[in-house]
């Protein structure tokens, strides 16, 4: 997040991967591990893996052309 804040600050814009970032950020900070065990080591694995892939595309549709 830190880096694409410096990005968005150098091109004077956010965009779809700023909010996946801070949403993910946000996701891993408030959690517990007592929290990831009980929703269930898996499904959170599973989800981390396919937010991780979106904000991978999202970052690479957002800065293509730059």
């Known amino acids: 997040t830190e880096h694409l804040k410096f990005l968005g600050d150098d091109y004077g814009e956010r965009h779809a991967c700023h909010a996946t970032a801070g ?3 946000a996701m891993l900070t408030a959690g517990s591990i007592k929290d990831i065990f009980d ?4 499904e959170f694995l599973a989800n981390f893996i396919r937010d991780n892939t979106r904000l991978g595309n999202e970052i690479a549709q957002d800065y293509r052309f730059y």
């Open 23 to 25: 949403r993910t950020q």
């Open 39 to 42: 929703a269930g080591l898996h």
